[in-house]
């Protein structure tokens, strides 16, 4: 009997029968494409990584928190398979290459990459918690792949003593490309990282080639703030600053619809480390109450843009924020209002970028300055 008082049969808690539905689920809403990776996916069984949950649980298309802070704030988990499956594609990963992965978490992905690269042996994977590290050893040797490398290690670092590698793929967020990374990716080799600011992520495939890093792939993701001491960290409340309010001047004005999501995504391109942000002055289920605000790193909102009788925008503290905003708005205008699906970047060692001109705009971080242009 289930726990709602009706029959169950075998197959709702046969592993082989529930790891097919999940693949099922995944071709036919277009998570998964590749023969190579749907065989992985088959072969190697998420209970394994997942023990002491219900089948049914571990089996659904969900990430799955694995541990958490006293805030309750995600530190480990199970990533979506649906989501694994997007990167693994950008990823590109052939029999017999050597592959570095950012964040063991549970060891699951990391069994997924050995069943493409065709042997264990050929996965290093790195966390910084050891406690982390031995679940992951343990999961992937009864999972028959006690081959893969767990490395109790600072991920930012990389891994230098097996470097290069021809792929290297980061399961955290980052908001910037650690030199490491870049330093130990074999030229011509593919890096798959979730890339971003809180809110604007975005997962890209990057090809190493010339000095540099060629963007090939994007998909819209959601992952944990990667950990250790680079990590994105929320900064001490600031003083109380001065409010002020300018009329707003791009036309038009940036409401409603996907259209912002897409200038918000374009906006935290530039204006790092502050984060372009979406919310409701009404409903939510109302799109014509979005509105466009622009948050610190202590999440306070510092502008927003408001229509009374006017549009303007409010804010407090620097006023060059709403030029900012401006700028960058109207750049989006002139450049077609690109989604994030059009926008393309190019990752160069700090200094070493080309000089911007009109067609591409140059986004600053600490370590990379990326050119951005706009493609189909």
């Not at 967020?173 to 330093?183: L, N, Q």
């Not at 001065?242 to 038009?252: L, M």
């Not at 905003?325 to 926008?343: C, D, F, H, I, N």
Request: proline share 6%.
């Amino acid at each position: 009997m289930g726990y709602n008082g009706r029959m169950t049969t075998p197959a709702e808690h046969d592993p082989d029968a529930l790891n097919d539905a999940l693949i099922g689920k995944l071709k036919a809403e277009g998570a998964l494409h590749s023969p190579d990776t749907e065989r992985a996916f088959r072969r190697v069984h998420r209970h394994h990584f997942l023990p002491g949950l219900d089948a049914q649980a571990v089996y659904r298309d969900e990430a799955i928190a694995t541990h958490r802070r006293e805030s309750d704030e995600w530190i480990s988990s199970s990533s979506q398979p649906a989501m694994m499956a997007i990167m693994l594609e950008q990823l590109q990963l052939g029999r017999g290459m050597h592959v570095l992965e950012i964040g063991a978490g549970t060891g699951y992905n990391a069994a997924l990459l050995a069943a493409l690269t065709g042997d264990a042996w050929n996965v290093w994977t790195v966390d910084m918690d050891e406690e982390f590290c031995a679940e992951a050893r343990a999961h992937l040797e009864a999972a028959g792949a006690g081959g893969v490398r767990v490395l109790c290690a600072d991920g930012w670092q990389g891994w230098p003593d097996a470097a290069p590698y021809d792929r290297i793929i980061v399961t955290a967020s980052a908001y910037d490309i650690a030199p490491a990374w870049f330093g130990q990716l074999r030229e011509g080799g593919v890096m798959v990282v979730p890339w971003g600011a809180p809110f604007q992520q975005r997962c890209l495939g990057f090809r190493k080639q010339n000095g540099r890093l060629i963007q090939q792939a994007t998909h819209a993701c959601g992952f944990m703030k990667m950990r250790g001491r680079h990590e994105w960290t929320d900064q001490p409340p600031p003083e109380a600053e001065d409010a002020w309010e300018r009329p707003w001047s791009v036309s038009p004005p940036p409401i409603a619809g996907t259209a912002l999501d897409d200038l918000a995504f374009f906006l935290s391109l530039f204006l790092w480390p502050l984060i372009p942000t979406i919310f409701w002055m009404g409903e939510p289920s109302d799109d014509t109450a979005k509105r466009l605000g622009l948050m610190d790193r202590t999440r306070r909102i510092l502008a927003t843009v408001e229509m009374e009788e006017r549009w303007k925008t409010v804010g407090s503290g620097d006023r060059k924020k709403a030029e900012d905003l401006e700028e960058y708005a109207a750049l989006w205008q002139q450049w077609g209002r690109p989604t994030p699906e059009q926008v393309r970047l190019t990752a160069y060692p700090r200094g070493t970028a080309p000089v911007a001109d009109g067609d591409v705009g140059l986004a600053r971080r600490e370590w990379f300055d990326y050119v951005v242009s706009v493609g189909d």
